[in-house]
């Protein structure tokens, strides 16, 4: 069975009716995103963080996977799949997906900010003295600007090891994610899906490089026919 990787970015997650803070002069619902997405930010104001990501969970629970989720899904009927997405949503889980690397985090959990660690589901709000069970304060699991990318050990030789790795939704330009193109084998086939691509360096150095200029619904469905045969 062939290994197909798929990275993910906001685009995806756009049609669902989650906003991107790419698409808004570096805002993110009208905060600048280094307030609400930094451990500085954290350190001046928790409460603000905490009240940020506490609107993004409650979003969260009212928007659905749209098509592009559900059809990444189905390829796993005759490949091997693995999701490696910049998102912070359970929207590949809740599209049927089953193999998923969340390189920024998860939104609908929380860790201990002196245990980083252990994390624990979080389908509510966080707020000042929730505590973790060893005593500390809980915040978002999310990694923050600034922060290390533990996931990324996964997805390297995930990326590596595809036959073909197909592109979502992203700007490109958010690093270690965007560089994890330029680890795919020569031999293996690119698809770029995106209603603006950008061509990063890794991808102008692709040699089987396919770029779908179209939403994530639209691309994803109509590459997933051809794929599925």
């Given at each position: ?185 020569n031999h293996a086939d690119i698809y770029y899906i ?36």
């Amino acid at each position: 069975m062939k290994k197909i990787a798929v990275l993910t970015g906001a685009g995806i997650s756009q049609e669902s009716g989650i906003k991107t803070f790419r698409d808004a002069d570096g805002l993110w619902e009208g905060h600048d995103v280094m307030e609400v997405a930094s451990p500085q930010g954290w350190a001046r104001n928790p409460s603000l963080v905490l009240d940020f990501y506490n609107q993004r969970r409650r979003l969260l629970h009212e928007v659905q996977p749209n098509l592009a989720h559900i059809t990444l899904a189905e390829l796993e009927s005759q490949y091997a799949v693995t999701i490696i997405t910049q998102n912070i949503d359970d929207l590949h889980e809740r599209g049927g997906s089953t193999n998923i690397i969340h390189l920024h985090g998860e939104l609908l959990k929380s860790r201990g900010v002196k245990y980083p660690y252990e994390v624990y589901d979080q389908p509510g709000d966080i707020n000042l003295g929730d505590m973790c069970p060893k005593g500390s304060q809980l915040r978002p699991h999310i990694v923050w600007f600034g922060e290390a990318v533990p996931m990324l050990e996964q997805a390297v030789p995930v990326v590596a090891g595809a036959d073909i790795v197909i592109i979502i939704g992203t700007s490109m330009q958010v690093y270690p994610a965007a560089g994890l193109v330029g680890l795919a084998q020569n031999h293996a086939d690119i698809y770029y899906i995106d209603p603006r691509p950008a061509i990063n360096h890794e991808l102008s150095l692709v040699r089987n490089l396919e770029v779908i200029e179209a939403k994530a619904t639209a691309g994803v469905r109509d590459l997933a026919d051809r794929l599925l045969g």
